[in-house]
């Protein structure tokens, strides 16, 4: 059978309308996480005696988990390809390797912070504390609800095969997917490493 | 199909290319290589690169009506500098 081509999975105006919409949620997104980004930045010294950045991050553990969100993107955006191609068995493997590495992503993020709480630094500590818990759990909110979508998405591609209904879903997905990525990009960044400096 | 493993090369080379812009990131802050007063910058630089390759390659960022989607993440990019900059008045 002849694979359909990547032209016709999305040449619908309806597919088309529904990215181009989604690209304008991202941009809402941005603004999200740019306020987030804002406040975490203007009270980072605010640690009223609490513990601040440089003694509770324990960086080897954050590479951990920064290269197992990057290797997600990765095989979401192989997943992305395979599906033009309309290859659905490695479509479903692809994505179902996305969102096991998401929740591998969100489990090493529990254990991260199950220890700072353990060490005393909860969210009501200090300002810097309540900031740094108010944007990462805004961000692993995001990762839960990417795994829940591309999993329902996983039982629709399953059920009915790639079609023009299917395709441009998990294409958006993964639109989402690598969206949290770029925002664990600057995380990385400017909380953990910048916060080491 | 040659066409096809192109893309994938590309896509394998610049994932790689991320991991190790994040590995020389790392290995920045934890030696004391380059001053403290730039080390903030290259870090950044670094952040946006990864960035760069994430929207433009993994997400499609140019392809057909381009414009409209640039617009949103640069217009949504704007709003987001300007809090973050008033913000940081703040601490002034």
Known sequence: ?197 | MKKENDHLTKLSIMFVTMIILTLIAFYLVSSDWISTNVLPYVLLFFAVIQVVIQLVLFMDIKEKEGRYRITSVVGGGFIALLTIFFLALLKM
């Open chain 1, 1 to 197: 059978m002849q694979a359909p081509a990547e032209e016709k999975l999305f040449s619908d105006k309806q597919a088309q309308m529904n990215i181009l919409a989604f690209w304008f949620l991202i941009g809402a997104e941005v603004v999200v996480f740019g306020c987030l980004f804002g406040i975490y930045v203007s009270v980072q010294e605010l640690t009223a005696n609490g513990p601040g950045p440089k003694e509770l991050f324990n960086l080897s553990e954050i590479i951990i988990s920064t290269i197992v969100l990057l290797s997600s993107s990765f095989t979401c955006a192989l997943g992305v390809y395979t599906l033009k191609l309309g290859k659905k068995r490695m479509t479903f493997i692809w994505f179902l390797l996305t969102i096991s590495l998401g929740i591998g992503f969100v489990f090493l993020e529990v254990i991260e912070f199950v220890a700072y709480v353990g060490e005393g630094a909860t969210i009501s500590t200090s300002a810097f504390l309540g900031a740094f818990y108010m944007l990462l759990g805004t961000h692993g909110a995001h990762v839960i609800f990417g795994v829940v979508w591309i999993s329902m998405l996983l039982i629709q591609l399953v059920l009915f095969g790639i079609t023009k209904d299917t395709a441009p879903k998990l294409f958006i997905a993964s639109l989402y997917w690598h969206f949290i990525d770029v925002i664990w990009v600057f995380i990385f960044t400017v909380v953990y490493l910048l916060g080491k400096v």
